[in-house]
């Protein structure tokens, strides 16, 4: 399968300020490379401070780093080109209180995306905003309501439907799931696979819960201080992990399940 | 389908429906709210309805005094001044002038604060700073001595009190708006549009602005408080207003000279502008305590 | 003796339009150094019943109860005020983001002087400060900062949540309570911090066997640390136990799917295959169903679930639920 998005030697650093600023501080990113193929999850993990965001709004075109190229499908993407990358990349934010306008109601904040970048006659539009709204699980007349009367996980669920609207190819979650009651992240989850193997979508998963990781994603990128330190298939490496900052990590994890299988 | 309300029906407005109900069940900003209303239509209307004109005056009826003393005489309700002019229709009159002239200065120093806050709040460094700051020099002039200033150089005249009140209030809007569009801007949902694609005068225009009108018109009601006392006050200086114009002001400076053998000449005009800077600032106040209530729901 | 003894607590919403009972008779007790988990996700009442207890809720919740002891007193017996002073004696409450919870003007020390309790302190007035500013040192140490002389002099925004937290148990040790309220203390955390807080809580309930009372939303993530868990739901009682009968032995559908949904329940599934969740979503406020509020989602659900189900208790494992699942389920 060809790779959908290909990163190679992504690198951000500070922007120093002329002459006062001396200190010479460690990259954001530096180096980071890796590539993701269609139907598959790459899951993202690290300590805060890693890189991990910055990462993610660079991919999503939020931030341009300072060097480094981005392909997608072979094409390498321009920073700044908002209309071309938002077709393909999409992401997913992670406190979905305020990834929704306030004043808008869930048929104008879908609107929006479509009336910039797609030439559908407002009929068509409508037709495309109920689909996508059953696609995950709401109603379509829920197209008329304003965010204040959805829930948590609801909100959710209209943040997955914007990014999904536009067919794109690639979502980042960064966090997205982390504020969810337990039960409404395995639906969450169980939506996303649906998707993923409908649509043929690869996943970008920014998270510290190892078991959403262990069970959701396919390969695994550790990221320290801005650069990979290592990667691999997801349970080799959870299993096996070979870096000091990946075994630290695991112990987390592995610690609280080793101690219940004791019990 | 027909449907009667059969169900107790669960209701979500819409943030603004939200505002409009918090601000319906305080009962003093429904008061100040329906006087706002009063004087609007008045502004309006009032030179359809006044019974008399308000420039020509009856010679024979001059300082009638209102119609509820032993003198008075009905057809004349509030009385007349020293050139028998009716002091209704002055008054009537003088909403269009005073409140009516209010209103639009507040609307043209809110629609240039608004562009120039919003240019200055989408541009950064030194662009923004100057866009931000290079009418704060104003700020520092007292209205008053800027009109002063203004008709020194361009003469006497309501226009160019109207150019004086303006010129004071567009920084104001500048500033609330500038500081308001940078807060929006920080918000998710705006960066979720701009990784949409979204130009940024769209961005501006459907996802920030339904969020900061509230917070424009609450000080838009403030700034129309101060635009009425700054024309009346101009006028009552003789730089605004001229004879025989009937704004509250000068018809007020008028009276002075007769004050203690008719004092209803000076009285009456003084109750209107009191009533209308009151009703003004009842609203503006209802509006930011409704506006208070809404965040913390 | 039991520390805390509750029966039948309610508490209601008094609405112009209607009254909604958020928290619907739930019975709680725990012994002396027990420490015990309150699971539930959001909406199921739990902060409102700590809050309860603790008695800082407003005017417009009601709380009623049949039972409501203290290490035997009776406190519903009691006048308001000396209900509070018992209780804000022997009960003290940490919160979920212990950095909004610090005052940002003030340092950490000049806090924590103020939570020392004069009458811990002996000696005469002059030597007061220096008592306090010792004590403060002390109860950093206990929670587990060694350098306190930074950390005395820095103000809340240039610490970390981790920080934070142990700063706000250290302040709620200062009074010496008997029981402590953890309401979600860890939610805003990376999970080695929250091993971190969790294991410093596990100390002090071994070292000083202070009670603790664990509220979270994630049943897996305490089940290391307590000895008994209670379960809600919608603001109902749904079950109760000692952790192993929670967790191996479920017994209500909803406390089953909880357990369903951890991810060591999930180590044997095939990776990427769908997991095991209830339909539906929480019932909000204005519309719960009646009688047990999981009937619309319950895969069990009968025609008496509309009626409220009463407490059955199997050798001190408490259920409510019409139809239990009594079979062990059978695990590979």
């Known amino acids: 399968m060809a790779e959908l998005l290909k990163v190679e030697g992504l690198t951000k650093s500070y922007q120093s300020k002329g002459f006062w600023f001396n200190k010479t501080q460690p990259p954001i990113l530096d180096s980071v490379s890796f590539a993701v193929k269609a139907h598959k999850t790459l899951a993202i993990i690290g300590k805060t401070g890693s890189g991990k965001s910055s990462l993610a709004k660079i991919l999503v075109g939020a931030e341009s780093a300072t060097s480094g190229q981005i392909y997608l499908n072979g094409q390498a993407l321009k920073a700044g080109s908002y209309q071309h990358r938002c077709q ?4 997913i934010f992670q406190d979905s209180g305020t990834t929704l306008n306030p004043s808008l109601t869930i ?6 995306p479509l009336k910039i970048n797609t030439p559908f006659d407002e009929k068509k539009r409508t037709e495309l905003i109920r689909q996508t709204l059953q696609k995950v699980g709401l109603l379509g007349d829920h197209m008329n309501f304003y965010p204040h009367m959805f829930s948590g996980g609801q909100k ?9 609207i536009l067919q794109p190819q690639v979502i980042i979650l960064d966090e997205a799931l982390a504020s969810l009651d337990p039960s409404l992240r395995s639906q969450m989850i169980n939506l996303l696979l649906d998707l993923q193997q409908q649509m043929g979508l690869a996943y970008i998963l920014i998270s510290h819960n190892m078991g959403i990781i262990r069970h959701f994603s396919d390969d695994i990128m550790v990221l320290s201080e801005g650069k990979v330190v290592e990667t691999g298939k997801t349970l080799d490496v959870m299993a096996n992990p070979q870096h000091q900052v990946t075994q630290k990590l695991m112990m987390n994890q592995n610690f609280q399940l080793r101690s219940k299988k004791n019990r | 389908m027909a449907r009667d309300k059969i169900y107790l029906e669960e209701v979500f407005p819409s943030p603004f429906m939200q505002l409009w109900m918090i601000f319906r069940k305080t009962p003093v900003a429904m008061a100040g709210f329906s006087c706002f209303i009063f004087l609007v239509v008045l502004a309006i209307f009032g030179p359809l309805l006044a019974p008399h004109s308000p420039v020509e005056g009856q010679l024979d009826m001059i ?6 003393h032993s003198d ?27 409140f009516g002239l209010s209103f639009i200065v507040v609307l043209i120093s809110l629609v240039v604060g608004v562009i120039i806050g919003s240019l200055s709040a989408l541009t950064t460094g030194m662009k923004s700073s100057f866009l931000n700051h290079f009418l704060d020099v104003i700020l520092s002039i007292p209205s008053l001595l800027l009109a002063i200033i203004i008709v020194a150089i361009l003469g006497p005249g309501l226009s160019n009190t109207v150019w004086a009140v303006v010129m004071v209030l567009i920084p104001q809007f500048i500033h609330i708006t500038r500081y308001a569009v940078k807060e929006e801007f920080r918000k998710d949902y705006v960066l979720a549009s701009r990784l949409d694609g979204a130009s940024p005068f769209r961005i501006l225009y459907y996802s920030i602005f339904p969020n900061i009108v509230d917070r424009i018109m609450g000080q838009a009601t403030m700034a129309q408080s101060a635009a009425i006392l700054d024309i009346a006050t101009l006028g009552f200086l003789g730089l605004g207003a001229q ?52 965040k913390e729901r | 003796m039991n520390l805390l003894d509750i029966r039948n607590l309610s508490i209601e919403l008094i609405n112009e339009d209607q009254n909604i009972l958020a928290v619907d008779k739930v019975s709680l007790s725990m012994k002396e150094g027990e420490v015990r988990g309150i699971v539930g996700e959001s909406g199921s009442g739990k902060s409102l019943l700590a809050q309860a207890i603790v008695g800082v809720l407003n005017d417009k919740w009601h709380v009623h109860a049949d039972r409501f002891h203290w290490r035997g007193i009776d406190l519903l017996r009691l006048p308001m005020h000396e209900r509070k002073e018992i209780l804000s004696r022997d009960i003290a409450m940490i919160f979920q983001e212990p950095m909004a919870c610090l005052d940002p003007t003030t340092s950490i020390g000049e806090q924590l002087s103020e939570a020392i309790d004069d009458s ?6 002059w030597q007061r400060q220096k008592q306090r500013q010792a004590e403060a040192i002390k109860l950093l140490h206990k929670v587990g900062i060694k350098k306190h002389t930074a950390c005395i002099k820095s103000y809340p925004h240039q610490l970390t949540e981790a920080v934070c937290q142990r700063v706000m148990i250290a302040i709620a040790l200062a009074r010496k309570p008997i029981l402590l309220i953890a309401d979600e203390p860890t939610a805003a955390m990376e999970n080695t911090n929250q091993g971190q807080i969790f294991r410093l809580l596990a100390s002090l309930n071994q070292l000083k066997s202070m009670a603790i009372l664990l509220i979270s939303h994630d049943l897996e993530n305490i089940t290391h640390w307590t000895h008994t868990i209670t379960v809600m739901y919608s603001g109902q009682f749904v079950e109760a136990g000692t952790t192993d009968q929670i967790f191996k032995k479920a017994m209500h559908p909803y406390t089953q799917a909880l357990v369903d949904s951890s991810p060591m329940a999930n180590l044997h599934l095939p990776a990427k295959s769908r997991l095991m969740t209830l339909p539906g979503s929480i019932p909000i406020l204005q519309h719960l169903p009646i009688g047990c509020r999981l009937g619309p989602r319950c895969p069990r659900a009968q025609q008496d679930c509309v009626k409220s189900p009463a407490v059955s208790n199997f050798h001190g494992h408490k259920v409510s639920c019409h139809f239990p699942l009594l079979t062990k389920p059978n695990r590979g």
């Open chain 1, 88 to 91: 393909h990349i999409r992401m």
């Open chain 3, 120 to 125: 811990n302190l002996t000696g005469f007035f």
């Open chain 2, 72 to 98: 008075g005489n009905v057809s004349y309700l509030l009385g007349t001044d020293e050139l028998g002019r009716d002091m209704l229709s002055r008054l009537m009159y003088g909403t269009s002038l005073t």
């Open chain 1, 156 to 164: 959710q669920r209209i943040s997955l439907a914007r990014a999904i």
């Open chain 2, 63 to 68: 300082l009638l005094p209102p119609a509820w």
């Open chain 1, 107 to 112: 048929q104008q904040l879908l609107d929006e």
């Open chain 2, 243 to 294: 004879i025989p114009m009937p704004e509250w002001g000068a018809t007020l400076a008028n009276g002075l000279d007769l004050f203690y053998i008719a004092p209803w000449t000076v009285y009456l005009p003084g109750l209107a502008i009191l009533f209308s800077v009151v009703a003004t600032n009842l609203v503006g106040e209802g509006i930011r305590h409704a506006l208070k209530l809404r």
